[in-house]
């Protein structure tokens, strides 16, 4: 048994939460409950007054955390030391949006001025593409950016660029490609014109095979088209913390914009990884999100416990995940533009928490990260929100949604709302059986009928959501809302005494791949493997069932 569920504190939540009575009864007990329980920083408001908690319950979630020494690990993080034990590196993504004139320390140097170097490459950068002065091969004005980049040299450029739409630069589109399969890339490069095309070949590693092999292939696609190989320097650019092996691979060496150890690939989204971001909306946008998250990271490192947003919903997770047993967590954005957040959650999350032995190689005996999911609202409505409302299990949920529109009309923004609040509604209150009944008493159906059909809609609500609201979907916004979620995931893995930065568990399938491929391209019958493995690589070379 590890301490942390042999602690009082762990022991007074368990019975704590087995007597907390239904959030309608937590309701009526307390009409100042959604003023207590609510919180707004950094232009996000949180409403988390529909959870399972009652004043005896924060105080023991927030007890828990005090008791894992919270306050100091987020200090340790902010100050640069090695909390990332197993690759022995600092997590310093915090530093990539701090102010020009702070001091940061990694490896005993400061490390501001290289992030702002950075910034200041990026920027030259992007002035001269947007403004058509940087030419491709035959003197005209790039239009198109192909990213390619996987994992976190994907998602959050992808991710964000995708929600700050409104704020694109004219004339300039962005595609990007992550998947290995030809489908992805072969799609992308139809109907471009390599004239007007720039490729940015994001990697941190600069190992990545996915990334390597799609790089070598636009390469291949761009000579294809009539350019030469002295034209590469002027459609191609790279993002990588493994300058040397870029260099080696044929990028010029002007065209590498640096990153570093120190920033994790799930999180690296505010470094030159944010290089198609910075290209669609500009620099001014793009250190408006810093901006945004430098206000969270500010938030995060000095307010107490108690009023401190990320703390909050991350001590929320962990009373569901380790006191309710629920594995799965639901993000649902009431936004069009923010469709592709929860995918970008799942990546933070998952890849981070998804640990089971503690910093000292312990074996965990609770639940660490739980399952993300989700999608856009109201889609998910007519759908997989069924589960949510009357399913088995418990699935907390995030409704996030701004309350102005980039797109006002008619009444849609307010029918969107609606369906927002009222989802929420819903899954706290449930409807009783004599509710279900008092609703079919105007129908024909004999009294049998109405009392199955009654049960059939019964609905024991008590479930629990957290709403997010914004004034505006802007880019400050947004990536308060990112850092927001960075540090609700650090705050968990901080609880369960995990490494929540590095990702060991991605790298056994890589080695294992790269063995097959090696039987694969040496076309030999694989004889070595368990017998599915065998059967199904021969399978595959043979090329038909
Ligand atoms: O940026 P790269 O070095 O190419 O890595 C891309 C991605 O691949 C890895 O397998 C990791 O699981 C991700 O965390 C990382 O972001």
């Not at 009409?31 to 924060?58: H, W």
């Not at 799609?187 to 014109?193: D, V």
């Not at 069009?336 to 957040?341: D, E, M, Q, V, W």
């Not at 629990?464 to 650090?490: Q, V």
Request: hydrophobic content about 40%; overall charge negative.
């Amino acid at each position: 048994m590890t301490k942390l569920t042999q602690s009082t504190t762990w022991k007074a939540l368990q019975a704590h939460t087995s007597q907390l009575p239904h959030m309608r009864e937590l309701f009526a007990q307390n009409p100042q409950r959604f003023e207590q329980m609510s919180v707004k920083a950094c232009g996000l408001f949180l409403d988390y007054s529909k959870n399972r908690i009652n004043d005896d319950t924060l105080e023991l979630l927030f007890s828990l955390a005090k008791e894992a020494n919270l306050t100091e690990k987020i200090a340790a993080m902010f100050n640069g030391d090695v909390i990332n034990n197993t690759e022995h590196r600092a997590v310093l993504h915090t530093a990539l949006r701090s102010k020009a004139e702070q001091e940061i320390i990694a490896e005993g140097a400061n490390i501001v001025p290289e992030v702002q170097q950075t910034l200041a490459k990026m920027a030259g950068f992007v002035e001269s593409v947007q403004s058509g002065q940087w030419k491709g091969y035959t003197g005209k004005a790039i239009t198109d950016v192909v990213s390619i980049g996987i994992g976190g040299s994907f998602l959050g450029p992808k991710i964000v660029s995708q929600a700050l739409r409104p704020y694109w630069h004219a004339g300039l589109n962005c595609h990007f490609v992550a998947n290995v399969d030809a489908t992805s890339i072969c799609e992308k490069l139809k109907g471009l014109n390599a004239e007007t095309t720039l490729f940015v070949m994001s990697s941190k590693s600069f190992g990545t095979q996915e990334t390597l092999t799609n790089t070598l292939s636009a390469k291949d696609w761009f000579l294809a088209q009539g350019a030469t190989q002295q034209d590469i320097a002027k459609h191609f650019v790279a993002v990588t913390s493994n300058v040397a092996k870029a260099t080696e691979f044929g990028m010029d060496a002007n065209n590498i914009f640096p990153m570093w150890d120190w920033v994790g690939g799930r999180y690296s989204l505010w470094s030159a990884i944010g290089l198609p971001i910075a290209l669609l909306v500009g620099m001014d946008n793009f250190k408006a999100l810093l901006d945004g998250a430098h206000q969270m990271d500010e938030h995060f490192a000095n307010t107490p416990l108690p009023q401190n947003m990320p703390v909050i919903m991350a001590m929320l997770s962990v009373l569901y995940g380790n006191f309710h047993g629920s594995q799965s967590h639901v993000i649902l954005t009431y936004d069009h533009y923010l469709r592709g957040l929860p995918a970008y959650f799942q990546q933070l999350d998952m890849e981070s928490n998804g640990k089971s032995v503690t910093l000292d190689g312990t074996d965990v005996d609770y639940s660490t990260g739980p399952v993300i999911w989700g999608g856009e609202g109201t889609n998910g409505q007519h759908a997989y929100h069924q589960l949510l409302h009357q399913g088995t299990a418990l699935i907390p949920a995030d409704f996030i949604m701004p309350l102005q529109s980039h797109n006002p009309l008619g009444e849609h923004h307010d029918q969107l709302a609606s369906n927002c609040f009222g989802q929420t509604q819903a899954l706290m209150q449930g409807r009783t059986f004599a509710e279900a009944l008092a609703e079919l008493s105007n129908s024909k159906l004999d009294e049998p009928q109405k009392a199955l059909i009654a049960k059939h809609k019964v609905m024991s609500g008590n479930k629990p959501s957290n709403t997010l609201l914004m004034d505006k979907l802007t880019p400050t916004t947004l990536g308060a809302l990112i850092a927001l979620y960075e540090h609700r995931t650090f705050v968990q893995g901080a609880i369960w005494q995990i490494n929540s930065f590095d990702q060991w568990g991605v790298e056994l399938g890589k080695q294992l791949g790269n063995d097959v491929l090696e039987r694969i391209g040496a076309d030999l019958d694989a004889t070595e493997l368990d017998s599915s493995s065998n059967a199904l690589v021969n399978l595959y070379r043979q090329g038909k069932l």
